[in-house]
């Protein structure tokens, strides 16, 4: 079975930046599309990018168009979110997730692979 690490968060005053990164165990299949996904205390979690690995393409949450980007290296495995001006309302536990093809890019129920998280907390 896959196994997905997260890793990168971090201790960040706003306006800074931080590159996560989501390692899997085995070669990510062309068809999936790679995720990631944020969750706050007291909030439900919610989406953040995806990427579809065959071509690259890339989605975004309307709150962080502009400031993350969401990248692949295929060789490596390894799905990345660059996260630039950083706000304190973006402080959350990040997890990664995989999905195999079809379905909405947004939605939690499509992800069947999911990472341990890590956090990342923005201070004002």
């Known amino acids: 079975q896959v196994h997905l690490v997260e890793s990168g968060g971090g201790l960040v005053q706003a306006g800074g930046s931080l590159r996560l990164s989501c390692a899997a165990s085995?070669?990510?299949?062309?068809?999936?599309?790679m995720g990631w996904f944020r969750q706050a205390p007291g909030k439900e979690r919610e989406f953040v990018a995806a990427i579809d690995w065959s071509n690259g393409s890339t989605y975004y949450a309307d709150s962080v168009k502009g400031r993350f980007t969401i990248s692949r290296d295929i060789v490596k495995n390894t799905v990345y979110l660059q996260m630039n001006s950083l706000k304190p309302e973006d402080s959350a536990l990040y997890y990664c997730?995989?999905?195999?093809?079809?379905?909405?890019?947004?939605?939690?129920?499509?992800?069947?692979?999911w990472g341990q998280g890590t956090q990342v907390t923005v201070s004002s």
């Open positions: 085995k070669r990510i299949v062309s068809t999936y599309t």
């Open positions: 997730a995989a999905a195999p093809a079809g379905g909405p890019r947004n939605s939690k129920g499509r992800y069947l692979h």
